[in-house]
């Protein structure tokens, strides 16, 4: 089990993941882009230098899971509440899925949730009567989902797992989804909505939220300052974070809307409706270049809600 600094959790589930993890990349920059780059979803680390470079996905992947088992404590600290303990929030506009009923009624049903943090949404399909696997690329995440469980008495059975490789039986779920867990932090969704897709059973529904492709166009910032088109939404070169060193540190991939949709098609799914949810009314939490001032004026969120033909 890799090193963690904090306090430790234990009896988390969990398979190993590939072996990708050990290949460290090391990118060579030719330059530091200005903060006003930035295109995160989460909290921005002031050591790290922003970019935008071609990676792999092995590379996003592991960059990626370092990212979240050092970002989680702060993570959880900053969105916990708001995500709540027992809660489904579809995205930063606070979608609740009480309110939403994507999933229809789960009560019964074998439910997937894809890149499940610390299990929030999980828990609350518990809540509802639905069987639930969840699962996610980083230990920290999942050891927080564990310290929830302790904390509610309602346990989610999790384990580490990529969603480009999922450790499932075929056709052994009915539903699927996730709330911006592991799409919008992969280069290869093709592979992933297919590993989802193979593991639904014929007819079953796959929901999931992603960051709006249409927020790449703009810098990382929640204010009027952020308001004016910075990059090209057709550029799919990822935005890359990286230390003092030159390691790949975070990636944050970039797929149009097109992307997602042949992707969906690509994987033997359905597109039913893409939701865009509205910016509510009074709602002024902020969250990384998420906020009432863009919010109002453009979408922040995609969700889309697929099912497997059958
Ligand atoms: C924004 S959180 C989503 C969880 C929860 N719904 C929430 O809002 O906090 C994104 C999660 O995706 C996970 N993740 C990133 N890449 C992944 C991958 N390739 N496979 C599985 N999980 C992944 C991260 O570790 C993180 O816990």
Redesign the pocket.
Known sequence: MPEHSGPAFHGVAASPVGAWLRHRSRPALATHLAPAVRCRYRRFVQSRQPNFLEVSDAQA?AA?RSD?DREADDYQAE?GEF?RDTGFIWSPEGLDEADASFLGDVAGSRVLEV????G??SRWLLAQGAEVVA????WR?LQHSRRLDLKTSVAVPAVCA???ALPFAGESFDVACS????LP??IDIDKALFEVASVLRPGGQFVFSVVHPLRRVFPDDPTEAGLTVTRSYFDRTPYVETDDEGNLTYVEPHHTLSDWISAIQAAGLTLERLVEPDWPHGHDRVWGGWGPVRGQLVPGTAIFVTHVAG
Request: net charge negative.
């Open positions: 992947q990626n979240w969105h995500l890149g499940s943090g610390a929030q949404c699962f996610d690329l980083s995440q990529t969603a480009t709330a911006f867990g592991a932090f992969l």
